[in-house]
């Protein structure tokens, strides 16, 4: 196999990861040539003293690493590589944090030996738990008058150190080096916190982490490229792992990835790479396009000229970027693009909606080929567009819509049962989640109408307790207590007779069961609290019924997090051993802090399914513009909202504090107005290109004089809004 590797560039839609899909089936074609060169590879790799990789080099076969962007991306493009090969190589496509986390587990017994750690399996912090614990060992350092000088409060700030730490990670930047990066960094920048103190923080944060074999993605990261792709060991074990590398959308990754592919360049292996000049979407939250397009100097450069033939970029992208970059009035821009325009925001989205409705309704589109973008949907725009458009039976898909868990009816009554469960937790429980936790659980399957033969989404469900009933029980039966609140039995309620039958043997069944969990937790036959929610949702809410998916998907979250959340709560005892009564005493603290945890909103679920069946799901995209192109979705008609939204030069998404100051091209160079302003100008014209590479038929320019807080958008983009046709109803 000849050892020749491929950069492939182009645009949006350019056939790129098809090439690559190519590429990696003519390696396949060459599979002889690739096992003789793994073998002799082999042979002349030395022999190790570390037992865990030389075992691996002895029973490792040849294989191909591919990589790609993020995790929806990760799913398609393995699909496409094992259509393309029929299925006859067995590949796992992997994101470079993913194969990072993989292998410092993996190696886990040799960074021991690096950096002398207690012998203990890892456990990977998830971003909330993170923050949480964090928090907690900054209390005493990020006291008031810290957060009065900064002007944030604790939880953004603590977010945005804890962010500098992954931000230099990506960059390959020592933690130790953080605070000179910042103090060149922020010269000019008024900043009310010392470098050196940020960095002491992170330094504190990492060894706290690692003395208890805690990994966050920064420390995962730092672990993998400072220790691991630096260790002769492991680098014969790579050398020995991978004869190819296929990486996708290259532009989207951090900069340290850029080394461990130089790495495996360095060793033989063939490499195929794709980069998208107008792509760039994770700039400022870790990617650095710039420094990862320095490997093409050691490829044969593939361009896939022009934009896509079927998109509207053919014809708009130069004239639409040229009047941005110059500052010229644009002529009257071709019927395809229209304008919707109205005074406030509020007229805008019920326009919009009737719009599409219309067009739908009419037959000129379908659902599936619609798509809303905007800078920013908050949660009034999501909520108007959806119910306007669903009462008229169209279907809207929200792009990653993470709502807190907390938002959901079924997990706060859970929540509410925990809390009447173990001792203590009466503070976390009032009249109101009682009464919302009684019709929750009093909800049952019905018998269904629909013959057995047919399938059914889902079953039937009845609320035994309605909301009136259950407000009456909660006021008359529910007894607050600050460490054992209860229910009472119904006959409290002088007038119980009005509760009725269903609803009086709903409630004591719902009485009785909690009773005997709260007499088991007593005799601590419960063993965690996870056990205990996975009891009430057999008992109350399965029932042998297909749940909604948005229902399963918040429960299996929840089962999720909680088992995630007393993980670390158990590996954080092993440090700290007390007494049994000390030990119960902790164990309802954390029952009392997981449940404040949700409520903050902290954790998010996905309602939708991360991908359909089958065919696509007939129904509107709705999205914001980082989400929209992250997903690289295609779409016939576009409808582009808050198109006077100044939000567009920022790309739907925040930069993280510090992100520039960590790119390898300006590594620690000072961020002023006018670089910002550049970077914004560049982030608009690939916005547009890419945009315009995704629509083919129509783009509508929607545009409400007035913003949801009652300024005047004065955005990039309301020349262009100006420049269009408007659209009479």
């Given amino acids: 196999m000849v050892n020749n590797s491929v950069w492939i560039i182009g645009n949006s839609r350019s056939g790129k990861t098809s090439r690559l899909v190519e590429q990696f089936g003519s390696w396949l074609q060459n599979e002889k040539e690739m096992y003789e060169l793994f073998y002799t590879k082999k042979a002349k790799l030395k022999s190790s003293t570390y037992t865990l990789p030389s075992l691996l080099m002895q029973q490792a076969k040849p294989g191909i690493l591919v990589l790609s962007a993020n995790d929806d991306n990760r799913r398609e493009l393995g699909d496409k590589i094992a259509t393309n090969?029929?299925?006859?190589?067995?590949?796992?496509?992997?994101?470079?944090?993913?194969?990072?986390?993989?292998?410092?587990?993996l190696f886990w017994p040799l960074l021991i030996q690096l950096l002398n750690l207690k012998a203990q399996f890892p456990v990977r912090l998830r971003p909330e738990t993170e923050q949480e614990l964090a928090t907690k060992l900054w209390k005493t350092e990020l006291n008031e008058e810290i957060l009065r000088r900064v002007g944030v409060n604790e939880y953004r700030l603590v977010r945005r150190i804890l962010d500098l730490m992954q931000l230099a990670a990506y960059s390959g930047t020592p933690c130790e080096d953080i605070a000179g990066i910042l103090q060149t960094g922020l010269e000019e920048n008024n900043v009310n916190l010392e470098p050196e103190f940020m960095a002491n923080l992170l330094l504190d944060w990492r060894n706290w982490c690692l003395e208890r074999g805690l990994l966050t993605y920064g420390i995962i990261t730092e672990l993998y490229t400072q220790y691991l792709l630096t260790n002769e060991n492991y680098q014969q074990h790579l050398a020995n792992r991978y004869q190819a590398v296929l990486a996708d959308d290259v532009d989207e990754y951090p900069g340290v990835v850029r080394d461990l592919l130089e790495l495996l360049l360095d060793q033989g292996a063939v490499g195929a790479f794709s980069y998208n000049p107008d792509g760039g979407v994770r700039l400022g939250l870790g990617a650095d396009p710039d420094y990862m397009s320095g490997l093409a100097r050691r490829c044969q450069i593939e361009t896939l000229l022009g934009l896509a033939v079927d998109s509207l970029a053919n014809r708009l992208a130069a004239p639409i970027v040229e009047s941005l970059n110059t500052s010229l009035v644009l002529s009257d821009l071709p019927t395809v693009v229209q304008s919707i325009q109205t005074t406030s925001r509020s007229q805008l989205l019920r326009q919009t909606a009737e719009v599409i409705g219309n067009a739908i309704k009419s037959g000129q589109v379908a659902a599936e080929e619609v798509a809303i973008i905007a800078p920013g949907l908050d949660a009034i725009a999501r909520y108007t567009l959806v119910e306007i458009l669903t009462k008229q039976n169209i279907p809207v898909e929200s792009l990653n819509d993470q709502r807190p868990l907390i938002s959901s009816p079924v997990i706060r009554a859970l929540l509410t049962m925990l809390a009447l469960v173990y001792p203590g937790l009466g503070r976390l429980v009032d009249r109101d989640a009682v009464a919302e936790m009684l019709v929750i659980l009093s909800t049952k399957p019905e018998p269904s109408e629909i013959p057995a033969s047919l399938p059914t989404p889902y079953s039937p469900l009845s609320t035994k307790i309605d909301p009136v009933r259950a407000g009456l029980l909660a006021d008359y039966c529910f007894v607050p207590h600050p460490e054992h609140p209860s229910l009472l039995p119904v006959t409290a309620f002088e007038r119980w007779d009005r509760i009725g039958y269903a609803a009086t043997t709903a409630y004591t069944e719902i009485l009785q069961w909690l009773e005997q969990q709260r007499s088991q937790q007593e005799l601590r036959l419960i063993p965690s609290p996870i056990s205990l929610l996975d009891r009430a949702i057999q008992r109350f809410l399965w029932n042998g019924s297909n749940l909604p998916y948005e229902q399963l998907a918040a429960l299996r979250e929840l089962l999720e997090t909680a088992q995630h959340y007393w993980e670390i709560d158990t590996r954080l005892k092993q440090t700290t051993p007390n007494t049994p009564d000390e030990m119960n005493r902790v164990s309802n603290s954390a029952i009392a802090e997981f449940i404040q945890l949700l409520r903050r909103g902290t954790i998010t679920a996905n309602p939708y399914p991360l991908r359909s069946m089958g065919k696509t799901r007939?129904?509107?995209?709705?999205?914001?513009?980082?989400?929209?192109?992250?997903?690289?979705?295609?779409?016939?008609?576009?409808?582009?909202?808050?198109?006077?939204?100044?939000?567009?030069?920022?790309?739907?998404a925040a930069t993280l504090f510090g992100a520039p100051f960590f790119l390898q091209d300006r590594l620690g160079q000072p961020w002023t107005a006018e670089d910002e302003k550049l970077t914004e100008e560049a982030r608009l014209q690939r916005i547009l290109t890419d945009l315009l590479s995704r629509v083919s038929d129509k783009i509508y320019l929607c545009h409400s004089d007035l913003a949801v807080n009652g300024q005047e958008q004065l955005g990039p983009l309301l020349p262009l809004v100006h420049a269009c046709i408007p659209f009479e109803c």
């Fill in 618 to 652: 007939k129904a509107i995209t709705l999205a914001t513009i980082f989400q929209y192109r992250a997903s690289r979705r295609f779409h016939r008609w576009h409808f582009w909202l808050d198109a006077g939204s100044p939000l567009w030069a920022k790309g739907g």
């Fill in 85 to 105: 090969t029929q299925g006859k190589y067995p590949v796992r496509v992997r994101t470079p944090l993913g194969f990072f986390q993989d292998d410092v587990i």
